[in-house]
Each structure stands twice: as C-alpha cells, then as structure tokens.
DNA sequence: TTCCACAGGATTGTATACAATAATACGAGG
DNA sequence: CCTCGTATTATTGTATACAATCCTGTGGAA
C-alpha cells in the first residue's frame, strides 16, 4: 500500500520538497493541471525556487497520493479519472464507510460524538439558509469524524485516501442546492443509529449514504461535473 | 492514497533506483531487517554501490507501498504491523474480496476462467501430495486472477496491496498443514459460484473466506507467525 | 512522396558537494 | 551527583554538474 500510514500529517510544510508538495497537491485538486497534463522537473522548480531535487521527491509523494504516475525515462502525468474510476471508488467506499460506521458505532468517543451533533446541528442550520460551502465543509468533516472514530488507522488512511481522490469530481457537485440537506439527513440517521449503538443499521446507513451520493452525482451529469472541475 | 494506479508494475528493474527498490521491497519482506529498524540512506547506498540519490528515491516508492514510513529530518523506519493492523487489514479485505468476487462474477474471461480452474486442479494435486510451498504459490496465484478478473484497476490495486502487506505475517501461516487443503476448497466454491453467474454467493463465499482465513490464522498463533516472520 | 538515419535539443537519471537539522557526548555550573 | 548548555558528529535536505535516455525534426535515399 501503498502507504497505510499516517504521512501526510507528517509531511513537514516548510521544508522546500514539503512546500512543493502541498502546492502541486492543491493545484492538481483545484483544477489547475489538465488531466494527463505532464508536469516537467524543472519547469516547476523555477516557477517555485527551488531545484529539481526537492521537487523529484515531492513528484513521488504525488504519486504515493495518486495524483500523479511517473513513467520512467519520460515524465510525471497527472492522474486521470475515468468515469468507472469514479464509480468503483464509490462502490468501495461504500462498503468501507459501511465498516467504518459499524466499528465508529463501538469505538466513538463521547467527544466525538458530541462533535457529530455539533456538525448536523450546524449543518441542519447552513442548509436552512443555503450556504453551500459551509455545508460542504461540514459534510467532508463529518467524514472526517467518523473516519476518527472507528479507531482504525488502517481504515481512516484507506477512506480519507479515497475521499481525497475523489474531491476533484465531487467539489461542484455537493454544491447542488438538493444534495445538500439530503445529505444532512442522512447524517443523522447515522448518527441517531451510532448513538443507539445499532451497529447493523449504522453500517447499512453509511453503506446507502455512498450510494445515494453517487447516484446524486450521475444525475447530476458526472461529466460536466468533472470536465470543469476548477 | 496514496497510489491507486499501476506503479510497481511499471518501475522498471533496470535503473539503479528500481534495483534499489526491489532489492530493498524483498530484503523488508523476507524479514532481514527488524521492525522499525532505521534504514540509513549512505549505508544502503555504499552496500549496493550507488549514491544517496537513487536510494532516497527507492525510500519514497516504499513508502508509496507502506513498507517503511519517512520521518522528515529523522530517518526511515520499516513499518511495524500491529495485531490490531492485521485483523483490521483481513476484516477490509473480507469486504473488498466480496466485491471482488461480484465484480469477477460479471466480468471474468473465458481464459481467466480456465486459469482459475486449472489453479483450483493443481492446488487439489498439490495438496494431497503435501507440498506447501505450491500450495502457497497457487493460493497467489488464485486471487491474483479473481483482483484480475474483477476488472476494476481501483479495486485490483487496493487488493494487491493489502495483500502484499500482509505477506510478511501470512507467510509462514499457510504452511499449516490443515489450512491449504480447506483454502483450495473454498477456492472451489468461490469458482463455481463465479461459473454459475451467481454473484451473491460469490461475494458471500469470498467474504467467509477472508474470514476464515484470518480465524485460522489467529488459531494457529498470530504473534508467533509475524514475530519470525523470515 | 515516403521512409529511415542521424543529429540536436530537451528531459530525466545519477553522483557529488554543500547546507541544515538532529543526535550525542562532554564539560561547566549548581 | 545531577542538570543544562554547548560543541561535535552523524544524518538528512538541497543544489548543481554531468550522464543517459527519449523526442523531434531535418535531410538524404529509394
């Protein structure tokens, strides 16, 4: 696995490969590479200041990302996601967010579960008033939360990776005026099932919450979706 | 994530980084450094005869696999597998096989078929004549086709890392005497559930086999199993 | 015109020198 | 004797020079 444990988190931000890192990340989940776009060594070490070694080094912790592949004797590429792609992790996360929530259901702090009604009683609140983007934000943190609480390195490691890898196409498509509360809905029925230590149920409900989400997102035209995604 | 597309595959054995990387990959996996022994990048690089440069990279592209985890400014350290990583890894790769297995239901080939059969024959050879060595070597062999023939490079590759991770552990496990005989049998079934376009049983089998492997695997000992692991 | 060979440039791979950081050991002060 | 600070050493981080490889375009021959 490629990597199963905790590194990002300890990717240093101000070493030099560390900066090259977060930077070609952020630009390669906002949009700003085409897919499939080469990304040349020295190019981007003049564009950062600073030379092609700390930004070879930051071109394999892109790939350990999945953000990029590098082939051999010819370049470094930014990953391209098909549509099937997308399904299949979708169908993955499915049935990991399904674990997740049953092991959350037996591991779950009190700290964090009073986060969790924090987070869908706020959310509760942004979706009566329309912001999106806070309602985003409190959706990927709900995740977040419940990535956290199963207490599973393992797991929390492979579903944030997947949640990241996904966040290209995702990011405009939360931001349908319908998804939004429905979500939040969904939110607390997991929750209201983790908070009755139902682990069955919760697992169920975090299994069709995935699914609910992509079937949102094919309705919604993936294509569009992820065509512009800047 | 990181990394979800074919990598290994592709990094080629014949630049001094590859070399340093596989050699490196196999030392870790047979065991000939310790847990959470430090890999020194000048003493590596002096043993095989190259400089710090491939070597740091080769260091990257094992983390990319999970087999050694970087410490910014410290070190590289192999990575330690927990009992609690071990179950947590079979208990996600129960799921994924049963995905795996659907998914291989719909979308096996004629000639994936035929080697899967074929596998299924050789290992009952094998393991009425008791060799274990072979015996191990088809059970590879058999979910590698099944990560093949789910058609689905996202889950293929989660699959093989998994696998691939837990190896060290798993290693010695298999060479039980009683479990190689009941694995092919399960394999078996998986296979005529797969022929007989019965997904549902499939995913089914390939979950309880997971499980059972695992339930085996702790019965037969686990700290013993990963403690030698040589 | 088309194909192949070769030259030139561009890009990645590797080695090495130097800088920055962390680990260690030793000595001064309490 | 213990503790803290400092100097020394070991190790990683970064820059740069050079080598190897790949790509491209040009020119000649069929």
Redesign the pocket.
Known sequence: MKGFDVKQEVTDKY???GRVFHKLRDDILSGKYEEHE?L???AIGEEMG?????V??AFRQLELEGLIQII?????YVTGITEKDVKDIYMIRSRLEGLCARWATENITKEQMEEMEENVYLAKFHADKGHLEQLAELDNRFHDILYEACDSKMLEHQLKDFHQYVLRVRKKTLSNVNRGPKSNEEHERIMEAIKAKDADLAEQLAYSHMINAYDNMVKEGLQEAYARCE
Chains 1, 2 share one sequence.
Do not use: D, M, Q
């Open positions: 070493s030099l490969r080469e040349k060594e020295v600073v030379s092609r070694t700390p070879r080094e051999p004797n010819k370049g470094a």
